[in-house]
């Protein structure tokens, strides 16, 4: 499918939006979806030369300039102090999309109390902050959109990276934890959990003929999921047509799971 042939969401033209980790992979694939969508997106994330050519891209594309901040989410003090800049210079938010996360394989018996609390302040903890930041502004505005980014991998007993698994079965639970209290500032809150994507990342780390083959037997589709197939539901959960969706996991994951 090309762009000219994908939904067009005019609820989303000059909503304002911020997401963790948007300088590459799926958090990328968002920024340039939303930005197509007229939106005014803000982004986080640690990996500046990627974040500035991608800020340069969405401009050359005549799309609203993206507003963006190198940033250490396991900081909460900084991304706290990054949303803050951003709704001063931008306006309050109606969208928080809560991406970023590292999948980084290890073993039960190599995990230290100190790596716990590294992988937990990656995968875990600056969702629940990021959203303690925007939701103030979100009542302002009379409503928004949180979507936390899950995954599948922990739901299929994925086994190399126990700390990840934790950190994301973990998702639901907030969404579900939170979407009671916000809803009645019509704050709707909703989990997004991907399959297995092919970003960059993965394709040079662990897809390998093995990977290909448990792909070809897992999925009921039998095409790769790419990062723009992420970002068209996130879009639909932004946007006004998911007006009565919230406290709900969607999965985009080629009916692995």
């Keep these: 499918m090309t762009a000219s042939t994908l939904a067009t969401f005019p609820s989303l033209r000059g909503q304002r939006v911020f997401i963790t980790g948007g300088g590459t992979g799926i958090g990328a694939s968002m920024v340039e979806a939303f930005a197509e969508q007229g939106a ?50 931008l306006g309050d938010f109606s969208t928080l999309v809560n991406n970023v996360a590292r999948d980084d394989r290890h073993t ?45 991998g922990w739901q299929t007993k994925g086994s190399a990276y126990p700390c990840y698994a934790i950190a994301k079965s ?6 579900r934890g939170l979407a009671g209290s916000l809803g009645a500032d019509r704050i709707r809150v909703n989990t997004v959990s991907p399959g297995w994507v ?44 998911a007006a009565m969706c919230t406290a709900q996991e969607f999965k985009v994951d080629a009916g692995w799971n």
């Design 108 to 152: 039960l018996e190599s995990v230290t109390p100190e790596y716990w609390d590294e992988r937990m302040a990656v995968n875990q903890r600056p969702a629940f902050f990021a959203i303690q930041a925007v939701v103030p502004g979100m009542r302002r505005l009379g409503g928004g959109s949180i979507i936390n980014l899950g995954s599948t």
């Design 198 to 241: 092919m970003t960059e990342r993965q394709i040079a780390l662990w897809l390998n003929a093995e990977g290909e083959a448990e792909i070809k037997r897992n999925q009921c589709l039998p095409d790769k999921l790419k990062p723009s197939d992420v970002a068209r539901m996130v879009l639909f959960l932004a946007s006004a047509d």
């Design 40 to 89: 005014q997106v803000a982004f986080v994330d640690m990996a500046a030369t990627e974040s500035q050519a991608l800020a340069e891209r969405v401009a050359q594309r005549g799309h609203t300039p993206v507003w963006w901040r190198a940033c250490d989410v396991r900081d909460v003090a900084a991304l706290q102090a990054a949303i803050a800049a951003a709704q001063q210079e």
């Design 170 to 175: 973990s998702v639901n639970g907030l969404t």
